[in-house]
């Protein structure tokens, strides 16, 4: 699928495809094969910035949040933090919710497992939901791993001008 121009986000073909895209996330299960193509669709999807966009508003984060796991295969994981990476970048978090609160604490135990291979994706994705997202930063001090987390991410500033400019971000 090379010409995403067919996926014009105001007809109503296209918003009911993501619609059926979205249920179809929530509804099967997170091993199987068509779940994980369908991921794969959306991060090629959100090469698009106005696909991207409609996408961020019709939530699939919280959806995606749920693919997550510690016991993940690292492709996988760096597949899901990139879409959820993409969907996030700007993002108001008005309220919390049970998926905020469990994808905080992926992130967290994630960085402090100090992978260097998804390390950057998930430094990249705790500073999107932290910028300027008072109630994140509030739902992350629940979590007593976040003072382990906070000298960790100083030390990793020195590793390149990405992480650091992430890290910055999620500096609370």
């Not at 369908?38 to 696909?51: A, G, P």
Request: negative net charge; contains cysteine; proline residues 2%.
């Amino acid at each position: 699928m090379e010409n995403l121009a067919i996926f014009e986000t105001s007809q109503p073909d296209v918003i009911e495809f993501f619609i059926n895209v979205r249920e179809l996330l929530k509804t099967v299960d997170r091993k199987s094969a068509i779940g994980w193509k369908t991921v794969e669709m959306l991060n090629h999807m959100c090469s698009d910035q106005k696909i991207c966009e409609f996408l961020s508003g019709m939530e699939f984060v919280p959806i995606l949040s749920e693919y997550l796991h510690n016991k993940l295969e690292i492709e996988k994981a760096i597949l899901v933090l990139s879409v959820i990476e993409l969907l996030t970048e700007g993002i108001i978090v008005e309220r919390t919710g049970l998926w905020l609160g469990k994808l905080l604490k992926y992130l967290t135990c994630s960085i402090l497992d100090k992978n260097e291979t998804t390390l950057p994706h998930l430094v990249a994705v705790m500073s999107n939901f932290c910028l300027d997202n008072y109630v994140v930063i509030n739902e992350l001090h629940k979590d007593t791993k976040c003072e382990e987390m906070m000298p960790y991410l100083g030390q990793l500033q020195a590793i390149d001008s990405v992480v650091q400019l992430h890290v910055s971000q999620v500096t609370l």
